[in-house]
C-alpha cells in the first residue's frame, strides 16, 4: 500500500490553520507509538546538557511535528529541519511561522544521501520513520556524523526485521509502498552507524507485543481504510472515538515495558569527544 497519497490528503486538511496544524501534530504524537519513545529520549538527551543551547537537526523532518515539539518544549533548542520534500517544508515553514518559535526553526531543503552544508554544527540529530526510505543508509550515517559536534548524539528510529512494516513472514510486502526495506536487524544497524564513525551507546525494541496490537488499532486498520477511498474519513472518525482509547492505553503500557523484541529499533549513538589532553 502506498502511504504517501493518505498522508497529502490529511496534510491537506489539517494544514489549512494553525488551530488544525496543531491538533494534527497533537494526534500524530498521541497515534504513533514511536513519538513516545523518541519524545522520552530527547528528554533524556536534551535534559543533560543542564539549559545549555542545543542545536537539533531534524533529519528528514516529513510534517514538523518533532521540531515543534522541541522548539515548544525547550527554550534552550534551536532546529534544522531537513527534507527532500519541498512541499512539506512550505506547509510545516508557514505553520511555524504563525507561532512564538518561529526564530528558532530553519527549513531547509536537503539530500541526506549529499554531504551538508553544517560541519559540526549539531549537539544532536534525530532520524524517525526515515532510514527504511532510502536505500544509501551508509552515506547518511556518514553526513550527519560529520554535521555533528564531537560528543553529539544521533536517535534513529527505524522498523526492525521483527515484523516491521507489517511483515511477518518471508514473502510478505511491506505495509508501507514506500520502504526500500522492511526493517533493520539489530546488528545490522549498529554495524552501519559504527562504520561510519559513530560510538552506539543505547538500542531499545519498540512496537513489543502490546505495542504492535496498539500499530494495528490506531495505525494500520484506519490507514487501510482511508487508503481504500477518502469517503470513509467519517467512519474513520467514528472508529476511534472506541479504538482511540483502548489504543492509547496499549501504547502507555508498551512504553513501560522493556521488550525483549519489536517491530520497531530506536538505536543511540554518539559520535565520539574529541580526546582530552
Known amino acids: 500500500m502506498d502511504y504517501d497519497p493518505v498522508k497529502d490528503r490529511l496534510g491537506r486538511f ?13 494526534t500524530l504524537d498521541a497515534v504513533f507509538l514511536r513519538s513516545w519513545y523518541v519524545r522520552r529520549t530527547l528528554r533524556r538527551l536534551v535534559g543533560a546538557r543542564a539549559g545549555r543551547p542545543v542545536r537539533v537537526l531534524d533529519a528528514g523532518t516529513g510534517f514538523g511535528q518533532y521540531a515543534y515539539w522541541l522548539v515548544r518544549t525547550f527554550p534552550n533548542v534551536e532546529v534544522v529541519a531537513a527534507d527532500v520534500k519541498d512541499d ?4 510545516a515553514e508557514a505553520f511555524v511561522a504563525q507561532t512564538p518559535y518561529a526564530g528558532r526553526v530553519t527549513f ?23 532510514m527504511e526510505h532510502i536505500e544509501d543508509d551508509r552515506a547518511v550515517f556518514r553526513n550527519v556524523r560529520d554535521a555533528l559536534v564531537p560528543g553529539g548524539h544521533l536517535v534513529v528510529n527505524t522498523p526492525s526485521d521483527q515484523g516491521g512494516s507489517g ?6 510486502e511491506s505495509f508501507i509502498g514506500e520502504h526500500v526495506r522492511d526493517g533493520y536487524a539489530v546488528d545490522d544497524l549498529v554495524e552501519k552507524l559504527e562504520t561510519a564513525g559513530l560510538r552506539v551507546t543505547d538500542t531499545d525494541y519498540t512496537y513489543g507485543p502490546v505495542g ?21 474519513t467519517p467512519l474513520v ?16 503500557v508498551d512504553l513501560r ?10 538505536v543511540t549513538a554518539q559520535k565520539p569527544p574529541r580526546p582530552t589532553r
Open 14 to 26: 489539517f494544514w489549512t490553520t494553525p488551530t488544525r496544524t496543531k491538533a494534527f501534530y497533537r
Open 88 to 91: 512539506y517544508l512550505r506547509r
Open 108 to 130: 531547509e531543503r536537503a539530500d541526506l544521501t549529499q554531504p551538508l552544508p553544517h560541519e559540526e554544527a549539531f549537539d544532536l540529530a534525530l532520524s524517525v520513520d526515515v
Open 167 to 172: 511483515v511477518s513472514g518471508a514473502g510478505e
Open 212 to 232: 504492535s496490537a496498539a500499530w494495528r488499532l490506531l495505525v494500520k486498520w484506519p490507514i487501510t481504510m482511508l487508503n481504500r477511498s477518502p469517503l470513509l
Open 237 to 252: 472518525g467514528a472508529y476511534y472515538l472506541g479504538a482511540g482509547p483502548v489504543g492509547l492505553a496499549l501504547n502507555a
Open 257 to 266: 515495558r522493556d521488550n525483549d523484541t519489536g517491530t520497531g529499533l530506536l
